[in-house]
């Protein structure tokens, strides 16, 4: 209800008791004199409180001077940094437009640079490898690292001088001019049987000769096993690779003594040239503690490799259908050609100085001849679970082996051997490799196997199903019988005690165990 409307009422109100009044004025009591008066005032008063409502209305939005005054300084205050910030940030702005102008101009330069090093590359010195005398100290690459971490090249090499006078143990290797014989036990390998009287002299055997020697027995064994005609190799024979050595010491040298010198020699060469890695592999399957399928693994890799370059090498070369449908038919039947015969005897380890004249002689190196990029593809055709970063390294390695001369590979110079025995960069690079997806393969076993205190021949062969469903069942009985020791396990599988969970990955690391 409003003002106005209670004023009405008040007015109307007032008229009707005026009216109800007598003109007579005597009449009229003080009480009503009272109302009246009463009456009107009320109505001033409404008539007041109607103009303060209005005026409140009115003046509602109206900011006090003060305020406006208080709002005026924090505008103004506000704009000031307004303008000091939109300054600073055209500054920015300028000065990113500067660095982002300066950076396009220092990538051109460095861009010229690197152009200007890649021509000057094979025309100046190139700086030593180091990391790969990492393949031939003890302790691997751990130890190298830590050797070499903030040496110069010229404390390196004295680092390797080092490494090297201690691997050789010159003083043993000079002192003695024979050897004690250790006995005629069973212990003792049979190649070093020999009276304790007997004194063997000390030929003091080179690196060069215990690695042709080395060659010769493992063409001996290979050729007696037939290798070549049978798809993965397992000895036939029942005889120890040691005393298959002995036999062939007697049988090649014709006497007792003889061999047994010559044994004694390359047990010495063993042990001080064991930063070999072909040395020292020889010797770990020699005396049992490496599975001698390592090594037959290892060749057959290198053979499938360099029998899938040559094959790829004629896909590329040849537009014939019959060809490309079954090239592998056509260069495995050629067992008589010049490249299948160097295959055989550069995998069987034999040194062949007329495979080496074909391979570096000019139709062979016409004939073996890939571009960069045949080359990749032949890779990443042969090794599919392969990451491209292996595959790459692979490349480089097999550049290096080339000098980076020039845009073609020749496959001819990949697969040849130095006097000493040692493989190239390239095969070095697929052996390590070989050995990383080994460890790699070893790893999910552990997964698998970690927590138990005892390993079974049933826990361990679940494992291996587990990580690799592809395993035949002769290759699983090739694993444990070489973990647990254990020949013709199945038919007397009780009596094969558990191992511990360290034992069985240390006997699986020297085992050929990989993902079929």
Known sequence: MTATYVENQLALTSDQHLSELNDDLTLVTDLNL?????IRQRKKLFSTLDLLIKLDLSYESIVPKIDHDDLTKDYNRLNGAYNRLKNEYQHLGHSCLYLINKTHDLIEERNQYYNEWQANKSLLTPRPDWDKISNVIDGGFERWKSLSTGKSSEQLVDVLIKEIINGNDIDAFEGKDYFESDGD???????????????????????RMAGIL????????IHKANYWQIRDFQSSSSTSFADQVAEYFEKRFASKLVAVELGYNLRDACLRYHNCEEINLFWGIL???IEEMVYHHRIKTISDLLQHLIRMKTVFSSQSEV???NPRKAIVDELSSPVSNRANRLLSGLPSPSAKSYLESPVARENLVMTDDQFLQSLGLIYPHKTSSQINELFLSAKHDLSYSNSFIELSLLFIEDNAGRFSHFLTTLIKQLNQEKFAYIGQIKRILFGYPLITIS?????????????????????????FSAKNYHSSQQTVK???????????????CFKH
């Open 34 to 38: 009272l109302k009246i008066h009463l």
């Open 185 to 207: 036990q069973k212990a003792v390998l049979p190649f070093l049987r020999t009276s304790k009287e007997n004194r063997i002299f000390n030929r003091r055997m080179r690196e």
């Open 214 to 221: 080395i060659k010769e027995i493992w063409m001996e064994k």
């Open 287 to 289: 005396t049992g503690q």
């Open 323 to 325: 060809i490309l449908s």
């Open 459 to 483: 826990q361990f062969s679940r494992a291996v199903s587990m990580i690799d469903p592809n395993i035949s069942q002769s290759e699983l009985h090739r694993y444990i019988e070489w973990v």
């Open 498 to 512: 558990p191992l511990d969970l360290e034992d069985l990955l240390r006997r699986l690391e020297n085992c050929a």
